[in-house]
């Protein structure tokens, strides 16, 4: 068990505040009309005569719909408190969808349809929708930067513009990440050495594809690669920076070398993928990566192979590694075509259907504030990294003082972290040039069914590639 000390033996709780408001945003509106035809209402002017914005234009309401649940709840609620603190006089209508992910998704697909819903939507690594791109296509969303153009105190160059840029889709801003996350393998010198590797193998995606291919050849199924197995294709999408789909030229793009370095790579772990050892995992939720690890059994504790990345998960595996003797090695999922890939993970939306677009918009800026974007809440596994530039560097410094003003332990042994692994992490994770919003979901699923036979050795590449194409041919057509 791990105890937070103050130094001098006091035992503390931490209590998580999150203070008030802020700046920031984006979102628009507009009517349930697609985008290109609908009215903008540029000859409307204010008292002088000047014309009036977009966001100008919207009109005052006393009501705020949200949809709560599992996944967003830890950024929704502190949100909706510091709303009401600001709002007074709008009613903010909370319907809880907590203990039921599956009625939630049901009642998303189903109120959408039907021009229904939140005011804002609050996605979860766009696992609301099977598809995120055709609901774009039915300009189902508001374009964002609308509501930017009409906001001068609101800037997109305070925010990573990697990630932001992900919800861009034929030139409207549909979708606004409010953060994101990378995929970091976490390892030490000794595992590898005693795998016959060294960290530099991992620079690339060859590299790694060779070097896992080797592992599993010397040891079989006596050790996994990664500390969580059966994930298919999650393991290797999107981290693997291929766009095997252009949703704007509905073409699909699997032709290349790179996709068969991908589908080759996977391959390799496939049975141990599906066929598990017998090897049973450490569950201990703080350290379960430093565990494993330290148990000899796996060559990796990827963090996206078992809880999401955040700067206290990260800082506590160091450590307690450390702390036991090792020497953490730490590196980015590497891409095949050699771009730095995160994913998005909580994104908004503003519905064209909602009535209450201002309020929606008015949220939507609290969520990207400096206040929830670098607010401590770090003892929430699936808060990801804020995409508010400057938001990092204070939640990195409010972890740095952490561990200077208290004993962190594991296992009894106080656990440390050098400041510059700290912020050599931090700009590893903002260092960024691709991000992407859509989960293969479906479509890795369309891989795993006719790609099937490649991996057992049953088919040829070619036979299962074609299949493969097809299938996604009339995916894209449908």
């Known amino acids: 068990m791990n105890l937070f000390k103050k130094r001098g033996g006091i035992i503390i709780a931490c209590v998580i505040v999150v203070a008030v408001l802020g700046t920031g945003v984006l979102l628009a509106m507009n009517t349930n009309k697609p985008l290109d035809k609908a009215p903008r209402h540029e000859s409307q002017m204010d008292a002088e005569g000047n014309p009036l914005n977009y ?70 690594d766009t696992s609301d929708f099977p598809d995120i791109y055709k609901v774009m296509d039915a300009d189902v969303f508001c374009d964002l930067n609308d509501f930017i153009g009409g906001d001068p105190g609101f800037s997109l160059e305070d925010y990573n513009k990697a990630v932001m ?16 996350y990378r995929n970091i393998l976490l390892t030490s010198e ?59 030229t509905k073409t699909v793009n699997i032709e290349g070398e790179d996709f068969k370095k991908v589908m080759d790579a996977y391959r390799d772990i496939y049975a141990q993928d599906w066929e598990p050892s017998d090897i049973t995992n ?48 730490y590196f980015p999922f590497p891409s095949a075509n050699g771009k ?12 064209n259907s909602s009535p209450n677009k201002l309020n929606a918009y008015r949220f939507l800026k609290i969520l990207l504030s400096e206040q929830i974007q670098s607010a401590d809440a770090a003892d929430m596994p699936l808060l990801y990294f804020p995409v508010l530039n400057d938001a990092i560097a204070i939640k990195a410094k409010k972890q740095i003082e952490l561990y200077s003003e208290f004993d962190i332990e594991y296992e009894g042994k ?9 912020w050599d992490y931090v700009d590893m994770i903002t260092d960024v040039d691709s991000c992407q919003i859509l989960v ?8 795993t069914n006719h790609m099937l036979p490649y991996f057992k050795g049953e088919d040829t590449y070619e ?13 894209l057509s449908e």
């Not at 197995?229 to 693997?240: E, I, K, V």
């Open 55 to 124: 966001l100008e234009q919207l009109p005052e309401t006393n009501k705020l719909v949200l949809y709560r649940n599992i996944f967003n709840y830890y950024l929704l609620d502190p949100a909706v408190k510091i709303f009401q603190w600001m709002y007074p006089g709008v009613e903010v209508e909370v319907r809880d969808f907590v203990d039921s992910i599956r009625e939630y998704y049901d009642v998303i697909q189903t109120e959408i349809s039907s021009g229904k819903g939140p005011d804002l939507l609050v996605m979860s």
């Open 165 to 180: 840029d992900s919800g861009v889709y034929k030139g409207k801003r549909y979708v606004a990440p409010i953060n994101h």
């Open 190 to 248: 000794e595992t590898l050495a005693a795998a016959g590797m060294v960290a530099e193998s991992f620079s690339t995606f060859a590299g790694y594809a060779g070097e896992i291919r080797q592992f599993l050849e010397r040891n079989g199924s006596t050790k996994l690669v990664y500390n969580q197995q059966q994930q298919y294709f999650y393991m290797l999408f999107p981290w693997c920076g291929i766009n095997y789909i252009d949703y704007e």
């Open 282 to 329: 450490i569950t201990h939720f703080m350290y379960l990566i430093p565990d494993t690890l330290r148990s000899d059994k796996i060559l990796f504790g990827g963090e996206n192979s078992g809880f999401y990345s955040t700067l206290k998960n990260f800082m506590a595996y160091y450590g307690a590694l450390d702390a036991y003797g090792y020497t953490p090695a």
């Open 340 to 351: 730095k890939i995160t994913k998005a993970g909580i994104m908004a939306a503003v519905l």
């Open 414 to 422: 106080v656990i440390s972290i050098p400041d510059e692994i700290v």
């Open 440 to 447: 293969p979901g479906p479509l890795a699923q369309i891989f």
């Open 463 to 475: 036979n299962c590639l074609n299949k493969s194409r097809n299938y996604l041919e009339l995916y």
